[in-house]
Every structure is written in structure tokens, then in C-alpha cells.
């Protein structure tokens, strides 16, 4: 190539393409020796050897793993998924059935069993609810594909910040996740695997590692067979919510008697709460427990955007009331008592729903609750262990209200109504004055009241006295019945016959065991207080026995035909004449106005009764009747002990006096069906100083007859 003849450079092409020709290379670095350079990276491959296999092995074995695993899991959620049933076959997931009990008119008052309101739908119960729900429950529920890791960690976060293992305490779960447990993953009910529907339920409420997995698995499955919709829907009907409500339907008719449907925000967000802790948050429990969770969903329903600031300080201002029939509770006693009236496979073990119709009388049922608490709030001091019962009974033995202690709210608690089995002392009395009533005898027949030996065989000599320590000599059958005097009452008992008084009584419906001797007379043998009102009854309706009824009928949920029908009526046959019942109600109507219960008295009223107090005052009785009701009282300890200072007369004759003026507060007064006596039907005078007392022990009576008063 030509040279630049002025300048004898070359040209820059000329060097471009001549350098290699004609510039001198330059050195070449200095190389290290091979075999040291060698060395060095075979030293360190060595060690780095072992750990590059393993990370190898690792990443192969972990993505074949996780790709098994993966696989595993989606078979277990298609298999989940392909059994999944129609949501109608697990709204109502209820082993047994329930029992609703309507009054004497047809409301509802009592409720047993598991409450199943019917099927409601997501999109068919009210807005506010269906936001509570979602707010309380699962923010995420319509964003999540079943499960919520983020809710997971968090909540294992907080059980172990507090001290719980990972799985304790806050769950993390989804309404998906609940759903699945409520449905047992799947599991149904069987009862040759679990005693009980409680252990089922304990076992499907477990929590495992694998039990979560389990859950996990299922929910997926339940997010691939249903809509968010139809899980949520399943989810309000399964729900436990307190109060044997299963379902939001039920408990929106338990607590607030409307439809789920037509809850308000106040309303929906006490539901909504229910779910966190059923029983410490139902409002029939604790109202102001309820109203404070309340209040936490109401916030977190603002918080996302479910109702406005407005709304909100409207629903805590206006907090949920319960309905008349939740917030009265009334005639749980009475309701215990009428389940064991129907068959077993029809109230305790149902798995129907039931409807029974009562004869209870709400009015009066919460005149005599209200009777009680006043009597014992204003006589008895605080400390006081002492108990009573009150029943309430019409003529032909309908119950209209029971009250089986002072816990007037109590369910499935001892019935002292029905249950408790006491001495009714001379509240026994009136059967013997009836025996001989309709033997012929007249109230003003004559009897000696005087200091009596009766012969025990084998013990001696027995002398019973009056509860006063007094003898008044000769009265009439009609005083000696209003003094209540102990004396007069053996002799005519062994006058008639003492074993045709045990018949009488028993006719009328004291189906306990009498004593066989002249003991008898004086009310030694143990009755409970509702054979003792429905005998009183008998003696009201003009001499009739009758059988204390508290159910009218009975018929399934829907059904217009009952399967139970008791006429209405509890009349049975008649034990004494007509004309013997009138001149004895006429008798008792003495000890009202005039008698050992004169604190029984209502201004304007024909009252009729009789007291009765046990050895010691262990036991306090005062039944009476107008011309429409008999009201029964006991009173007494649990434990038997006595009381002080406590008779018939007493405080039982007061408690009864604040139920009966009660009872007919607003009434015209009515007569009492009751004779005037004629004259004494008999010339002489019943007195005996030598009646045997046979088989009888001597210092049994006397100590009977210690105490025994009015």
C-alpha cells in the first residue's frame, strides 16, 4: 500500500491493515505454572463437593416432592369435591329434633331440643346480617380459594405471643373452614360409633396437624363443588347459636321473634356475634355480654364499609331487645314438667319437630314468679337458704303456673313442684273432715277436744297433744278444723275409719304410701306439692278427682292433625258427694277468714284453704282456692333441716295471698261453691280415751307430734 509522500506516515488504513506486519507485538503475559493452578482449583472443588450434591439432590427431591405432594392434593380436593352432596341435604344438620311449647293461647313460651327455624339462604337473610357475618367472620371470604395462609400466620402469631402452642386458640379459619368443620369434613353422624351427639361433636371440633390438613383439603374442595354463596348459606344454617338455636333462622326467632330476613344492624350484629362464644354471649344468658360483643362487630362492620357512621352510632345507641317470650323465660319448671307428660321419642329423644300445646297461663306464671321474689325479697334475709314452690291449677287439674324454686328462671333444675316429696302436716287434714263429711257427718257436729291416751301395743301409753299445748274441750268439727287442732282430727279419723280416710285421700289423687296408723291423721306421710294442689282441686270442683294435666295436645311441626290430644280436661271420678265437697270448702273458708290463714285474706274475695307445718317447721304448707284457682305453697330447706319461726300460717300464706291477689288483680270477685251448715246431724259427741294406735311406735309419735301445729 502507498505511503504518504508528504509526510512519510503512513496512512491510518495503512496501518489498520499492515499492523500485524509491521508493528511489534507486544509481550504476553506471564502464565503461573499449571500444575500449582490445578492444584488450587482441585482443592476447592473437593471441599465444595460434597455441598454441591446435597443442594443438587435437595433441589431435585424437594420439586419432585413438592410435585407429589401437589398432585396429592389436588386428587384430595376432585375427591372431595366429587362427593360433595346438594346444599339442601346440610342446612339441617341436627341429629335430634326440638320441641316448641305454646301457652294456653297459642304463643310460644318455652322452647327444648335443637331449634331449626328452616332453611335461609345467603342472599335471602337480611343485608346487615349477611355483612355482619362476613365482617366478623372472613373479610376475605369472597377473595380466598378456601383458606387464608395470611390468616393462618397471623394466627399463629398470636398463640404464640400468648404463650398457646400454634394451633391453640385463634384458628385462622375461613367461613369455608368452619363450614367444613360444622359438616364434620364430611363425616355424618353415627351413633354406634359415638355415645353421644356431643362426643361427635367434641371429636369433629379436635384440632390436629392433620385434622388441619384434613380441613384444608376439604374446604378446597368445598370452594370447587360450590359457590361462596351456597358455602356461606350452609354455614348460616349450620351455625350453633346459643339456646339450642341451630341456625341464624332459629336464632333470629329465638332471641327477637322475626325472621332472619328482618334483622336490623343492631340485631344482625348481636346474631353475628353469637358465633365467637354461643353460650357466654346469648343475650338470654347475659344481655350486657351480648351488647358489648355487639358493639366490636358493629365497628368492624364501619370499619369495611358495611353500614355507615350514622348507622353505626344508631345500632349503639338502639342496642337489640329481646322479645317479650325470650326476655320473660317463663315457666321453665312447668316446661321441664310438660316433657314428661308426651312420650320419650316425642319431647326428650325427638328427632321430629314438635309442637305442644299447654295449659300454661303466662299472666299468671308471672304473677306467681313475681309473688315469690317479693316475699322473699322483702322477709327473708339475703343469706337465707330456704326454698319454696308455687302452683297454680284450675278446677280441672290445667296447671297455669309452676314455679319449682326461687330461681324462677331455672331450666332442667329440681323441680320442688313436682319432684320434692315432704310431710304436708295438717294440710292433710281437710281428706279426713271430707271422709266423714260424706259419711253424713255435719260441720257443727260436736267433738270433745281433750287430753287423749291411745294404748301402743308393746310401748304403753301414748298421749298426743295440740300444737298449743291446750285443750278447748267441746267444738265443732268446723273449729277444730280452722284451729287445726291435733286432737280432734285422730279422733274422728279413727271414727270414720282410718283406712277409708287412706282411700279417700288416695281418690283424690295422694298416690303416695299412707301411714297405717292413727299418725296418719296428722300428715306423716310424704307428698309432693302437685298431688296435693290436684287433691285440693278435687275438693273445689264439688268432689271429683282430677289428674293434673299440663298438655293439650301434641302434633308434628306442619301437621294440623295432633298426635296427643287430652280433651282439655283432667277430670276423673268422683271421690264424695257433691254436698260433702260444698260444706267442707265451707269449713276452709274459716280458717281463711277466721283460722290459723288469715294472712291469706284478699279484701272483697271468698277464700278457702288449709296450713300445714311439719315436726320442727321443716315443712310449710298453704293451699287454697277461690271460686277459679287452687294455689299450692310449700316451703322448707333443701336439706330438711328446720326453719325458725316459720309456720303455714306464715310466710306460705303469704306468698300464696301475693299470688292469688295476683292472679285476680282486675276480677269481679266471685262466690265460693260452698253450703252453709245445718244443725249438728248427731246428738252425741266424738271423744275416745282408748283407741289403740296399732303397730304404731311410741316415740315416733310423740316426736311427730312435737311441732306438728297449724
Known amino acids: 500500500m502507498a505511503k504518504n509522500s508528504k509526510t512519510g506516515k503512513p496512512l491510518v488504513a495503512d496501518r489498520r491493515y499492515t499492523e500485524t506486519a509491521e508493528t511489534p507485538k507486544k509481550a504476553a503475559p506471564k502464565r503461573q505454572p499449571r500444575k500449582r493452578a490445578a492444584r488450587k482449583r482441585g482443592l476447592i472443588g473437593w471441599i465444595l463437593l460434597p455441598f454441591t450434591w446435597a443442594l443438587g439432590l435437595a433441589l431435585r427431591v424437594t420439586w419432585k416432592l413438592g410435585l407429589a405432594v401437589a398432585v396429592l392434593i389436588a386428587a384430595g380436593v376432585l375427591y372431595f369435591a366429587a362427593q360433595m352432596p346438594p346444599i339442601a341435604q346440610l342446612v339441617d ?33 337480611s343485608k346487615y346480617l349477611h355483612d355482619a357475618v362476613v365482617a366478623t ?23 404464640l405471643s400468648e404463650g398457646r402452642g400454634p394451633l391453640s386458640g385463634n384458628g385462622g379459619s375461613t367461613i369455608t373452614q368452619q363450614t367444613a368443620k360444622l359438616l364434620c369434613l364430611g363425616v355424618p353422624y353415627d351413633a354406634a360409633t359415638w355415645k353421644t351427639e356431643r362426643a361427635y361433636e367434641d371429636d369433629c371440633r379436635r384440632t390436629t396437624l392433620w385434622r388441619k390438613i384434613k380441613e384444608a383439603i376439604f374446604s378446597m374442595g368445598m370452594e370447587v363443588a360450590y359457590t361462596k354463596d351456597q358455602i356461606l348459606t350452609i354455614y348460616l344454617n349450620r351455625a350453633y347459636l346459643g339456646a339450642g338455636s341451630r341456625g341464624f333462622e332459629a336464632a333470629a ?22 358465633l365467637k362464644a354461643p353460650s357466654s354471649y346469648a343475650p338470654t344468658s347475659s344481655m350486657q355480654r351480648a351488647v358489648d360483643r355487639a358493639n366490636v362487630v358493629i365497628g368492624l362492620m364501619q370499619d369495611q364499609g358495611y353500614i355507615t357512621a350514622e348507622q353505626a352510632d344508631d345500632a349503639r ?51 306467681t314468679e313475681t309473688a ?31 314455679v319449682g324454686g326461687r330461681d324462677v ?3 332442667g333444675a329440681f323441680n320442688r313442684a313436682t319432684q320434692a316429696r315432704r310431710q304436708p302436716g295438717s294440710a292433710f287434714k281437710p281428706f279426713i273432715y271430707a271422709t266423714a263429711l260424706d259419711l253424713g257427718f255435719s260441720p257443727n257436729d260436736m267433738i270433745d277436744d281433750q287430753p287423749l291416751t291411745i294404748n301402743v301395743p308393746g310401748s304403753g301409753p301414748w298421749r298426743p297433744d295440740n300444737y298449743d299445748h291446750k285443750f278447748k274441750g267441746p267444738i265443732t268439727l268446723t273449729e277444730a278444723l280452722y284451729e287445726s287442732r291435733n286432737i280432734p282430727a285422730i279422733v274422728l279419723s279413727e271414727e270414720v275409719g282410718r283406712e277409708l280416710v287412706r282411700t279417700v285421700a288416695q281418690k283424690f289423687g295422694i298416690a303416695s304410701d299412707l301411714a297405717a296408723g292413727p299418725a296418719l291423721a296428722l300428715g306423716v306421710s310424704e307428698s309432693t306439692l302437685i298431688e296435693m294442689t290436684g287433691a285440693y282441686a278435687g275438693i273445689l270442683n264439688g268432689g271429683s278427682a282430677v289428674e293434673p294435666y299440663g298438655l293439650i295436645d301434641l302434633r308434628l311441626k306442619g301437621d294440623d292433625s295432633p298426635l296427643m290430644d287430652n280433651m282439655g280436661t283432667g277430670l276423673q271420678e268422683r271421690v264424695i258427694q257433691q254436698k260433702a265437697a260444698r260444706e267442707l270448702t265451707y269449713m276452709m273458708s274459716q280458717v281463711v277468714s277466721r283460722g290459723t290463714g288469715t294472712r291469706a285474706q284478699i279484701p272483697g274475695w271468698e277464700l278457702a284453704g288449709k296450713s300445714g307445718t311439719t315436726n320442727s317447721s321443716r315443712d310449710a304448707w298453704f293451699i287454697g282456692f277461690n271460686a277459679d284457682y287452687v294455689v299450692g305453697v310449700w ?49 252425741g259427741m266424738l271423744a275416745d280415751s282408748g283407741i289403740e294406735a296399732d303397730g304404731q311406735i311410741l316415740d315416733v309419735l310423740n316426736n311427730i307430734l312435737n311441732g306438728l301445729g297449724n
Open 409 to 411: 328462671r331455672a331450666s
Open 253 to 274: 326467632q329465638r332471641y327477637f321473634g322475626k325472621s332472619a330476613a328482618d334483622v336490623d344492624p343492631a340485631e344482625a350484629a348481636m346474631l353475628a356475634g353469637l
Open 635 to 683: 316451703m322448707g330447706y333443701d336439706d330438711n333441716s328446720p326453719m325458725t319461726g316459720v309456720t303455714g300460717g306464715g310466710l306460705p300464706a303469704e306468698i300464696w295471698q301475693a299470688t292469688m291477689s295476683r292472679v285476680v288483680a282486675g276480677e269481679v270477685p266471685k262466690p265460693l261453691p260452698m253450703d252453709q251448715p245445718g244443725p249438728s246431724s248427731r246428738g
Open 137 to 159: 367472620e372472613d373479610k376475605r371470604f369472597y377473595s380466598h380459594f378456601g383458606i387464608s395462609p395470611r390468616g393462618v400466620a397471623s394466627a399463629v402469631k398470636i398463640n
Open 372 to 402: 315469690l321474689l317479693s316475699i322473699f325479697d322483702t322477709k327473708l334475709k339475703p343469706s337465707s337458704k330456704a326454698q319454696a314452690a308455687v302452683i297454680v291449677m284450675s278446677a280441672d287439674g290445667a296447671v297455669r303456673g309452676m
Open 317 to 367: 345507641t338502639h342496642p337489640a331487645q329481646l322479645s317479650q317470650a325470650a326476655q320473660a323465660r317463663a315457666g321453665g319448671y312447668f316446661a321441664d314438667w310438660v316433657m314428661e307428660q308426651g312420650p320419650d321419642f316425642f319431647t326428650q329423644d325427638t328427632t321430629e319437630d314438635v309442637i305442644i300445646q299447654t295449659t300454661l297461663d303466662q299472666r299468671i306464671q308471672t304473677a
Open 93 to 125: 344438620g341436627r341429629t335430634r329434633g326440638s320441641v316448641t311449647l305454646l301457652d294456653r293461647n297459642g304463643d310460644v313460651f318455652a322452647w327444648r331440643g335443637d331449634q331449626f327455624g328452616g332453611m335461609v339462604t345467603s342472599e335471602g337473610v
